[in-house]
């Protein structure tokens, strides 16, 4: 197999030691940084002539990058690729100069369903010190909205679905297949809104949905729950909404709900992605290694 003559990793790729080790072995030469670089010249300055680049999603490789660094002809996202639209890298200009990206999919949504379960269970039960209602509340007979119904709506609304929830969704795209398989039922947006208690975002990297008239449709006495890994909302929008009584906002991190929301009484945000378990980086560093080794192997 073919090797890259230097690989660089501008940031860390958030993968198992042992895993960056074998992607080392894949180029002559290999120098990665475990620090996240702070501006385009920065990162322009740690790629240099290397031909294969590594990143996660903390970085952006922009246009500006790609014409100051023309040796690339690989760049390896070691984290989650749905759309161009979605990406931190500039994909369309990089097909454009004959540069290959690949990205992973599908490694993180276990733990993502375990965090959507037990963060509910918490505080519809007031495990947590804080409880949603003046009594205990089960999950069964639940009205439970899901916007965007993906690989992670669709498994968080089967496990919901499995607690005894009703699963209401909204999509794009309608899923007629998952609605008779699953016995879940396609709202609009707006209808939606108006009629789950929980509402459940589950949405690619900058997409927003979520505004101050979307807000109120929802009502008071209702939850958020964000598992994409940027706002679903806009982030005053939601501040405003969570100042009335009984509403609550659960995020599993807070890049995903926002920092100004983080410190709020009724914001819970976790510490570290529900979707980067131990077995989800093993899971995402084969997934990295198989796109690597599939451009060496002349497959793109």
């Known amino acids: 197999m073919n090797k890259f003559k230097k690989m660089v990793a501008i940031e860390s790729t958030r993968l198992p030691p042992e895993w960056d080790q074998r992607l080392a072995g894949y180029a002559e030469v290999s120098d990665f940084y475990q620090d996240i670089p702070k501006n385009n010249s920065e990162i322009m300055k740690r790629i240099g002539n290397a031909d294969s680049v590594m990143l996660s ?8 990058v790609l014409e100051a660094c023309p040796q690339i002809r690989y760049i390896g996202m070691c984290c989650s690729l749905y759309s161009p639209e979605s990406a931190n890298v500039d994909i369309r200009y990089a097909n454009e100069k004959g540069i290959v990206v690949t990205g992973a999919r599908d490694y993180g949504d276990e733990g993502v369903k375990e965090y959507v379960i037990s963060e509910l269970v918490r505080l519809l039960h007031g495990r947590g010190g804080v409880m949603w209602k003046d009594e205990p509340v089960e999950l069964t007979g639940l009205n439970i909205g899901i916007v965007g119904l993906g690989t992670v709506g669709n498994i968080v609304a089967r496990t919901l679905r499995f607690f005894g929830a009703n699963i209401h969704y909204f999509s794009r795209t309608r899923k007629p297949e998952l609605e008779s ?27 927003v949905l979520m505004g101050r008239r979307e807000f109120d449709l929802f ?3 209702k939850i958020l729950v ?51 378990t131990s077995l989800a980086k093993q899971r995402l560093a084969q997934k990295v290694v198989s796109n690597i080794e599939a451009f060496l192997s002349g497959a793109f």
């Open 226 to 276: 964000n598992v994409s890994i940027s706002p679903s909302h806009e982030i005053p929008a939601l501040r405003d909404w969570l100042k009335n009584k009984g509403n609550y906002a659960l995020g599993d991190t807070v890049a995903g709900l926002g920092e100004e929301i983080s410190g709020m009484p009724n914001a819970f945000c976790g510490t570290r992605s529900a979707g980067l």
């Open 219 to 221: 009502g008071s006495g």
């Open 181 to 207: 398989a699953n016995s879940y039922t396609y709202l609009p947006l707006d209808d939606l809104l108006a009629k789950t208690d929980i509402l459940i975002t589950c949405l690619n990297k900058n997409v």
């Open 57 to 64: 999603y903390t970085s952006r490789i922009e246009r500006e």
